[in-house]
């Protein structure tokens, strides 16, 4: 049992050492770039017809149409899901936000769906950091990734 627990340790501590912080995201025409947190260029990739929507910790999202693509600082695809009628809405942490009408949906870098949340009257909505933000005609309600209300 202590060799499993060992084991399981040293893998997670392998996993978190490779993963790479993502200080930033610039995109110039088809050409995306990866920065570290110091702003030291991480690489460098051509990739037409997508559309930036944010950065997270250790992912960003590209939107082309219906399809939604994670992917790592090395561009490296985490998860790749078709969600029709959708707008992204942005990438916090560890999770982003689609919305569709009035329903704002959660989900993680695999595209798992964490929670979703409806909304009467929802005109747009932002993320920042844990929280997104929905905003309302003469409103706004804050809400963390699993859609609770803060």
Same mark, same amino acid.
Request: positive net charge; contains cysteine.
């Given at each position: 049992?202590?060799?499993?627990?060992?084991?399981?340790?040293?893998? +997670?501590?392998?996993?978190?050492?490779? !993963? #790479?912080?993502?200080?930033?995201?610039?995109?110039?025409?088809?050409? +995306?770039?990866?920065?570290?947190?110091?702003?030291?260029?991480?690489?460098?990739?051509?990739?037409?017809? #997508?559309?930036?929507?944010?950065?997270?910790y250790d992912f960003f999202?590209?939107?082309?149409?219906?399809?939604?693509?994670?992917?790592?600082?090395?561009?490296?695809?985490?998860?790749? !899901?078709? +969600?029709?009628?959708?707008?992204?809405? @942005? $990438?916090?942490? *560890?999770?982003? $936000?689609?919305?569709?009408?009035?329903?704002?949906?959660?989900?993680?870098?695999?595209?798992?769906?964490?929670?979703? $949340?409806?909304? @009467? @009257?929802?005109?747009?909505?932002? $993320?920042?950091? *844990?929280? +997104?933000?929905?905003?309302?005609?003469?409103?706004?309600?804050?809400? *963390?990734?699993?859609?609770? !209300?803060?």
């Open positions: 049992m202590k060799k499993l627990f060992f084991a399981s340790l040293l893998m +997670f501590a392998t996993i978190c050492l490779f !993963a #790479q912080t993502i200080g930033k995201v610039q995109q110039d025409g088809n050409t +995306f770039t990866t920065y570290d947190k110091n702003g030291k260029k991480i690489t460098s990739q051509s990739m037409p017809s #997508q559309k930036l929507i944010g950065v997270g999202l590209l939107q082309s149409g219906t399809n939604y693509t994670t992917l790592d600082a090395n561009f490296k695809q985490i998860g790749r !899901a078709s +969600f029709p009628n959708t707008e992204g809405i @942005g $990438v916090g942490n *560890d999770f982003f $936000v689609l919305k569709l009408r009035t329903t704002f949906t959660t989900y993680d870098s695999k595209m798992k769906k964490i929670s979703h $949340v409806s909304v @009467g @009257g929802a005109v747009s909505g932002t $993320v920042s950091g *844990d929280i +997104f933000t929905v905003n309302l005609a003469n409103s706004k309600q804050r809400y *963390d990734k699993n859609c609770r !209300a803060k």
